[in-house]
């Protein structure tokens, strides 16, 4: 059994003269387990705060256990959705938005991920990204001709390659962890999910002390304020989430 222990989060436009287009999904419980999810509209066009509504409001709809299988249909049906957006309205014909979400349940953690939102997961005294960012920086260190931190003070760092839209094709990425293969100490796994805004700070510089990565509370604060000091460069959303594993040796036979 899976129950949260302790959920975190904020989400806020670049300026308060601004509307987000960021957009997310608190944790819902679906069939023993729960999902979550952060959409970040695709600037530059109109239309990007509808599309990342959009794509939240498909994942809020899902009713029972998400499972591998289901991760095309998923990203599909939110495409349709905007697709269809796009097509009624003329000035958001190139309405994008990219999607994160996660599905964790006592058999393990799936992830739905396209766009340059990530889902970080605490491992010891780290945060270990599980996604890959759907970037033009990416496809340069996947190539092996740049490290990640060569390119950090250089532009282009956020222009995507992908994202949910009529005008696009899709691409995603789906991953599947189970459960005896996840970080869980002392029964609970530390999950991070961030929008490029917030993950942008977090990587500027990727430490805080054990007692702040362990707590989603603490860590969301200390990110917000490090976000606030140094000047948002971009809307900034994240969720924080605790879970908690039972173990299966104190479930009562009778439960079952």
């Not at 509307?19 to 239309?47: C, E, M, R, T, W």
């Not at 140094?230 to 994240?238: A, Q, R, V, W």
Request: charged share 25%; hydrophobic share 30%; glycine share 8%.
């Amino acid at each position: 059994m899976t129950t949260i222990y302790s959920c975190s989060s904020f989400s806020f436009p670049k300026s308060l003269d601004t509307i987000s287009q960021d957009s997310i999904l608190l944790p819902k419980k679906l069939d023993g387990g729960y999902i979550f999810s952060v959409a970040d509209g695709v600037g530059g066009y109109n239309g990007g705060k509808e599309a990342s509504n959009l794509a939240i409001k498909e994942i809020s709809k899902l009713q029972h256990k998400v499972k591998p299988s289901d991760i095309d249909r998923i990203f599909n049906s939110i495409k349709d959705s905007i697709s269809a957006f796009s097509k009624n309205n003329e000035e958001y014909s190139s309405a994008a938005t990219t999607l994160t979400f996660g599905y964790v349940s006592n058999e393990g953690l799936l992830i739905g991920h396209s766009g340059d939102c990530r889902l970080y997961i605490k491992e010891g005294s780290k945060l270990k990204q599980y996604t890959k960012d759907h970037t033009q920086h990416q496809i340069l260190i996947d190539k092996g001709l740049f490290t990640a931190r060569q390119l950090r003070k250089l532009q282009g760092g956020n222009v995507l390659t992908t994202a949910i839209s009529s005008k696009v094709n899709l691409e995603f990425q789906s991953i599947f962890i189970k459960k005896e293969d996840l970080p869980i100490e002392n029964n609970l796994l530390t999950i991070y999910l961030m929008s490029d805004g917030a993950h942008y700070y977090w990587e500027d510089r990727p430490r805080f002390s054990l007692n702040t990565l362990n707590n989603v509370n603490r860590f969301s604060a200390s990110l917000m304020r490090r976000i606030e000091s140094k000047g948002p460069h971009d809307d900034y959303s994240l969720i924080g989430l605790n879970i908690h594993f039972e173990n299966e040796s104190t479930i009562s036979p009778d439960a079952h």
